[in-house]
């Protein structure tokens, strides 16, 4: 298989599993939220943010680092075999010290020990967590399959089991737990594709400096991606405020899941190519996928900032009607974090280039801690998306300075830009036009979104945008091979 069909085909099965990602939760997120309530929502909101620290001390610069040094090994399977042991072995012995410290901080005592205990399921999942090896060796149809049946049997027990607020534990255990199922079963496969080997000191020692130095931005990454909820619920006190905050992001996050499925795929090319000193070809897939990210990212954000006034009512219920400005300024994160994605673990990581990506996040962590302290006391939760918004903007332009000194100039990232955001604008305006015609029910979010889509689908066309003209020509191809057999 060629390398274009394999990342064509790898894209398109991230792509599948991130749809369903985003659907899934339109049946699952409406019934938590009425049953847990605004409360309930966000004491899981809350403890999962304070357990998310943890987790992220257990797992250390692993998955990114290994997905790098598993591509750049590929085609050596005796060395891709030491290094996932070893690395394997880092992110155990760090686990193990992680847990000990989450037992005497978390669990021994205090009002919400008890939902901790529970998530402590979390920080042993992730220990297992083998994804990142698959994805090195860009076996992205594994991947999919595992955690589409593992999510459908978690929504499936949600509704089962999940019925009062007081079933709260029951619903932290089946998230935990499915992730902790979901990750050892792609340890059955793990035989199949590695050999024994002798594990050694010097093995070990080789991977700890560069796993440290890339958990360095990662950590201040995770940091300032759950602070706002930390910082809310000890500044403001009030779990309700958490609960809305939790929710409006979750349906942030649902979106950027869709916009950011290429990452992964490019990753891991870019990553072994890379390892081959193939410049010119790494320049012509970022560029490529920048174009992917314009195309994608505009219409999702002013899709989601139109239909918001319609959505929430119905969607979450009128507990979170408080939601709908924050998720209405949250839009912005989504330009953000696509490029800063596209930008910091498309290219910065699988190249190396890990001063700049550190120094991105750091100005990142900065600006969301000193921007969280002046507006949350005042503002509350739309102080907190405020915050992040402008964190997430400091990251994109450090990365953005980082891209034009090394590969190419600021104007070939926003070229492709133009177009889309004129799409962009006029699709918003139709939006928000039929939102006020239609009753803020399923059917008439659904309409918005439909109608939402063919006119800037139809406008990108009529432009002739390179890169949908490309995926028109994609479609036409796949479709006639469909009718031929």
């Known amino acids: 298989m060629s390398a274009k069909n394999k990342i064509k085909k790898n894209f398109i099965y991230n792509l599948a599993y991130q749809i369903l990602v985003v659907l899934l939760p339109l049946i699952t997120t409406p019934y938590v939220s009425r049953v847990l309530g605004s409360e309930g929502v966000g004491i899981f909101g809350f403890t999962n943010s304070v357990n998310s620290y943890f987790v992220l001390f257990a797992v250390l610069g692993t998955a990114l680092y290994g997905t790098r040094e598993i591509a750049y090994r590929q085609d050596n399977k005796r060395a891709r075999s030491e290094t996932f042991w070893h690395i394997n072995i880092v992110r155990w012995i760090a686990t193990s010290v992680s847990l000990l410290i989450y037992y005497f901080i978390c669990m021994r005592t205090g009002e919400y020990s008890f939902y901790y205990a529970i998530f402590a399921i979390q920080i042993i999942a992730n220990a297992f967590d083998v994804s990142w090896y698959f994805q090195g060796l860009e076996m992205f149809k594994t991947i999919t399959i595992r955690n589409t049946i593992v999510k459908l049997t978690f929504i499936a027990l949600t509704f ?31 035989p199949k594709t590695i050999e024994k080997v002798k594990i050694t000191k010097a093995g070990l020692k080789k991977h700890v400096w560069p796993i440290f130095v890339m958990f360095l931005p990662q950590a201040m990454t995770e940091v300032y991606a759950v602070l706002d909820k930390t910082m809310l619920g000890i500044l403001v006190k009030d779990m309700n405020e958490v609960g809305i905050y939790e929710q409006s992001q979750k349906l942030e996050k649902f979106s950027l899941s869709v ?26 897939k970022l560029k490529k996928s920048l174009h992917f990210v314009w195309l994608i990212s505009t219409p999702v954000a002013f899709g989601i900032a139109g239909i918001t006034a319609n959505l929430i009512p119905w969607f979450l219920g009128e507990q979170f009607l408080n939601a709908i400005p924050v998720m209405q300024i949250g839009t912005l994160l989504i330009f953000a974090i696509a490029l800063s994605n596209a930008i910091g673990h498309q290219y910065l990581i699988p190249t190396g280039s890990q001063r700049f990506f550190t120094l991105s996040i750091f100005a990142g962590a900065v600006t969301n801690l000193t921007l969280n302290f002046i507006l949350i006391p005042n503002y509350r939760a739309i102080g907190a998306i405020i915050a992040s918004v402008l964190a997430e903007f400091a990251v994109t332009g450090v990365q953005l300075y980082a891209l034009k000194k090394s590969v190419m100039p600021i104007r070939e990232v926003f070229k492709p830009a133009l177009k889309c955001l004129i799409c962009g604008v006029l699709m918003f305006i139709v939006v928000v036009m039929v939102g006020k015609i239609l009753p803020e029910t399923a059917i008439g979010t659904f309409v918005q979104i439909a109608v939402g889509g063919l006119v800037y689908v139809g406008l990108m066309t009529l432009l002739r945008d390179a890169m949908m003209m490309e995926i028109w020509t994609t479609v036409e191809s796949f479709t006639k091979k469909l009718f031929r057999k």
């Open 160 to 190: 089962m089991f999940i019925k009062t607020p007081e079933d709260l534990g029951l619903y932290i255990a089946l998230f935990c737990g499915s992730s902790l199922i979901s990750n050892l079963s792609l340890w059955v496969l793990i």
């Open 259 to 284: 916009v950011t499925a290429l990452s992964p795929v490019m990753a891991s090319r870019i990553a072994n190519l890379h390892s081959k000193n193939d410049k010119g070809e790494i320049k012509t």
